[in-house]
């Protein structure tokens, strides 16, 4: 049997373990270690995504938060997900993990 997550903290602990399975198809790096999420808020079973692009043209953007929204969704003790594209403040390299920069060779 699968353990839900109880509390806050936990939904939103599981809810970052799933967007790491969210991965952008063009660099090969999940989104979270691409510091591409930009907020998760929950309230009681419901969680709210915000997420950034690198860029607003990138093709990928409506795909990947429909990812995003399926592995949130699918998560036990959440009955309800909103998933935001927002593009303020802009993305930069600065909100990568230090891993995902070295991976792309920018950086230790």
């Not at 969680?47 to 699918?74: D, F, N």
Request: aromatic share 4%.
């Amino acid at each position: 049997m699968e353990q839900r997550p109880t509390g806050t903290d936990e939904l939103r602990e599981a809810t970052l373990l799933a967007l790491r399975g969210v991965v952008d198809p063009e660099v090969g790096i999940n989104i979270v270690d691409l510091g591409l999420v930009y907020g998760v808020d929950v309230e009681g079973s419901r969680v709210h995504v915000r997420l950034t692009m690198t860029s607003a043209a990138c093709p990928l953007g409506e795909e990947i938060a429909a990812e995003a929204e399926q592995r949130v969704r699918s998560l036990p003790g959440i009955d309800d997900v909103g998933v935001e594209l927002v593009w303020d403040p802009p993305w930069s390299p600065e909100r990568m993990a230090p891993a995902a920069r070295h991976a792309l060779g920018w950086g230790t």
